[in-house]
């Protein structure tokens, strides 16, 4: 079975941080490009941040830059997310995402492959 599995959220006060985890089964993450998105409460989904396939071409979205980073261990298959400096605007579930697309990465959702099902991360104090 071919899946995606989210770990690391949870409750942080303002100016933490979480690292999240995304986990591949069944599949090589190699040849895929990786994307972060998120999803707040009555909001559209929105790309947080994504990497290329070989890990040459990062994005980010304006407002996380110089706050998070995306990495990626094809070793253990499985993408992360550092986020510091969390503010609770940051407050949403956060999904990974896989793109076959080679030699990029996009920042919107149209085109993954496979999700993963989310992790709640909540900033409050």
């Known amino acids: 079975q071919l899946q995606l599995v989210e770990s690391g959220g949870g409750l942080v006060q303002p100016g933490g941080s979480l690292r999240l985890s995304c986990a591949a089964s069944g599949f090589t993450l190699d040849y895929y490009a990786i994307g972060w998105f998120r999803q707040a409460p009555g909001k559209g989904r929105e790309g947080v941040s994504c990497i290329s396939s070989s890990g040459g071409i990062t994005h980010y979205a304006d407002s996380v830059k110089g706050r998070f980073t995306i990495s990626r261990d094809n070793a253990k298959n499985t993408m992360y997310l550092q986020m510091n400096s969390l503010k609770p605007e940051d407050t949403a579930v956060y999904y990974c995402?896989?793109?076959?697309?080679?030699?990029?990465?996009?920042?919107?959702?149209?085109?993954?492959?496979?999700w993963g099902q989310g992790t709640q991360v909540t900033v409050s104090s």
């Open positions: 995402a896989a793109d076959s697309i080679q030699d990029m990465c996009v920042m919107t959702p149209r085109g993954y492959d496979y």
